[in-house]
Every structure is written in C-alpha cells, then in structure tokens.
Nanobody, 124 residues
Framework: QVQLIESGGRLVQTGGRLRLVCEASGLTFSSHAVGWFRQAPGKDRDFVAAVNWSGNRTDFDDSVKGRFTISRDNAKNTVTLHMSKLKPEDTAVYYC????WGTGTKDPSQYTHWGQGTQVTVSS
C-alpha cells in the first residue's frame, strides 16, 4: 500500500524557515516525480514545487521562487521542501504527491498518490 507522509509543518514567524519532508513507502520512489501543493482555507489546491523522477529537473510557482527549494533523497525515499523568508500568505496545508515517471508537472490531476498534508502557519 502506497503511503506518502508529510512532516515538518508548524507555526513560524514571518521571515522564518521551515523544512517539510515527504516520506514515501509502498512504491518505487526513484521512478516517481514528487510535487508539493498547498491549500489555504476556502481556496483551491495550488502548485508549489516539484522535482522530476530523476531529480535533475525542478519547478516552482512564481510566488515561491527564490524562497523555496526542493531536493530528493532516493536512498531515504524522501523529498524535502526547504522554505525560507516565509510570509503570512504561505499559510496553508501542504501536501506532497507522487507521479510515476513524472516530469514534475504543475497539474495536480497528473499525480496518483497523495499524502494527508501538514499545516504551515506563518504569523505576521
């Protein structure tokens, strides 16, 4: 059974840093692109960042470029979202998702497996 488990979300002040980790099990992790998405209350689930299956291509939403980075460790079956210079508008539930042989698309419908999410709250 495939599981994606996000961790690392918490309350942080504006300008602070967080590291979100997505740990996968039950799938061939190195064959999957992993994306991070976020959903604020009353809003759609939006793309944040992604890394392709081989790890040589990443993509970021314009709102987080220069502030967030993404990395993967296939030996540990993890993808980490490194978040810095956090803003109140980054407050949301953050989800990771996996896409077999994916390129790291921004389209959430391309991702087959999803985690349960982790809450990030940035106080002003």
């Amino acid at each position: 059974q495939v599981q994606l488990i996000e961790s690392g979300g918490r309350l942080v002040q504006t300008g602070g840093r967080l590291r979100l980790v997505c740990e996968a099990s039950g799938l061939t992790f190195s064959s999957h692109a992993v994306g991070w998405f976020r959903q604020a209350p009353g809003k759609d689930r939006d793309f944040v960042a992604a890394v392709n299956w081989s790890g040589n291509r990443t993509d970021f939403d314009d709102s987080v470029k220069g502030r967030f980075t993404i990395s993967r460790d296939n030996a540990k079956n993890t993808v980490t979202l490194h978040m810095s210079k956090l803003k109140p508008e980054d407050t949301a539930v953050y989800y990771c998702a996996a896409d077999l042989w994916g390129t790291g698309t921004k389209d959430p419908s391309q991702y087959t497996h999803w985690g349960q999410g982790t809450q990030v709250t940035v106080s002003s």
